[in-house]
């Protein structure tokens, strides 16, 4: 069959594409931009639709599977643009050139009349759709677990913690499922065109949050049990709103109210499709990548407090030499490394401000990188400053100077461990 999969770089669409290829089907990629793409690719850009030239790209396609889905609002990208009128426009220019099945990737939850943005685009979208002459399928999957999906790599990272806050105490159902099971369901799907209508792809069980993540820090391999911090509502409520302020989050007062709605469904119809029942939590994490996703896991949530504290060091050095110790004594020190006067107080200060910009640069992506270089630079300066003109200070008792060859590591494998950006997923 010659199969076009629109959304062919996200999480599921990409693993699809290699699914089906790997099976003997040809895959046309339908990308929002094509740049380096194959050849056998089309550009598919729901933000600004062109449904004449789709019609003429889709001619001599067997089946189209829409994969495309955001979960939040960015820039031109809107739920009604992406999940409403931009795939229905493609539907249409599909069944116009002669298209003869549909396939829609959905989501579990999905329904016109939701609360929720997210579901209800999705609903609609999937309403139209069969309410269409077109030969289509919906699929709702529940959460997707997949070892490079930024969802799961979230998941793990709770399930790794020491102590894991969770909502509720983690009681909400959900039934999640591994990537590999939905796209065999989708291949299955696109390859018996007797199935129809709606298809909730889920696990093979309900289960609750906190037993989802003890079922993962299992997989790891990681000692000791699940430690759940039962966290009330009126705080997560908070601590969704606030983690809601960086454009890359997950955690967002509407995912809080999806996972207390609960995410769940029969699996019969999925497990039929798969001629088997779906594979289960204790069995998502691979052992070949066991040891790679464990360490992964306890970096997610060791980084950022070691971040943290290096930015709140260099910033707290600013204002204690600006506000906190007295500027004498500073200029004291500074008048023995042969700084006097002018020289010194210019010294003083501009070490400061430099103090601060290096913290403020450890707080964001972009600059990260360069600030944890100039830290190891300075700190190495410095380092030989005071081993040259104020050499006591190594054996002095509280180890001030000493202090920095461990904060030197600590820089050091940030640069190399923290990354600036995750991965993208569906």
């Known amino acids: 069959m ?36 194959p050849r056998d690719a089309i550009e598919v850009d729901y933000a600004r639709p062109e449904p004449e030239r789709w019609r003429r790209q889709l001619a001599g396609v067997d089946a189209l599977v829409n994969a495309v889905g955001i979960f939040r609002e960015r820039g031109a990208q809107r739920f009604e643009a992406i999940h409403v009128d931009g795939p229905l426009a493609l539907f249409r220019a599909a069944a116009e050139a002669g298209v003869p099945r549909i396939v829609q990737i959905s989501a579990l939850g999905a329904d016109p009349d939701s609360p929720l943005p997210y579901f209800s685009s999705k609903g609609r979208a999937d309403a139209a759709l069969l309410a269409s002459p077109t030969d289509a399928a919906v699929v709702r999957p529940s959460l997707v677990f997949a070892p490079s999906g930024v969802s799961a790599r979230g998941f793990l990272r709770l399930a790794a913690l020491p102590l894991t806050p969770l909502p509720g105490g983690g009681r909400q159902p959900i039934q999640p499922l591994h990537l590999d099971d939905l796209c065999t369901g989708l291949r299955r799907l696109l390859e018996d065109p007797a199935q129809r209508g709606v298809v909730a792809a889920v696990g093979p069980a309900p289960l609750r949050l906190r037993d989802y993540l003890a079922a993962l820090r299992r997989g790891l391999g990681l000692r000791g049990r699940l430690r759940v911090l039962p966290v009330p509502g009126a705080l997560a409520r908070a601590g969704a709103r606030l983690a809601a302020l960086s454009p890359r989050s997950l955690a967002t007062p509407e995912s809080l109210r999806m996972l207390e709605g609960g995410n769940v469904a029969d699996p019969a119809r999925f497990a039929a499709l798969l001629g088997r029942p779906p594979r289960p939590p204790a069995a998502f994490v691979d052992a070949e990548a066991r040891a790679a996703l464990r360490l992964r896991a306890r970096l997610d949530w060791l980084l ?39 020289l010194g107080v210019a010294a003083l200060y501009g070490a400061a401000g430099l103090d601060a910009l290096l913290g403020l640069g450890t707080l964001f992506a972009r600059t990260r990188r360069w600030a944890y270089r100039a830290q190891l630079a300075l700190i190495a300066f410095y380092t030989a400053a005071i081993t040259l003109c104020l050499p006591e200070y190594w054996a002095h008792p509280y180890g001030p100077v000493l202090k920095n060859l461990p904060l030197l590591a600590m820089i050091l494998a940030l640069h190399e461990l923290d990354e600036p950006h995750g991965s993208g997923d569906r």
Do not use: K, N
């Open 304 to 342: 950022p407090p070691m971040r943290w504290s290096v930015a709140l060091l260099w910033l707290a050095t600013a204002w204690v030499s600006l506000f906190a110790y007295p500027v004498p004594r500073s200029l004291e020190l500074l008048a023995r490394t042969g700084l006097h006067g002018t």
């Open 2 to 37: 010659r199969i076009a999969v629109i959304g062919g770089r996200g999480l599921i669409g990409r693993a699809l594409a290699a699914d089906l290829a790997a099976h003997g089907h040809q895959v046309v990629l339908g990308l929002r931009r094509i740049g380096d793409a």
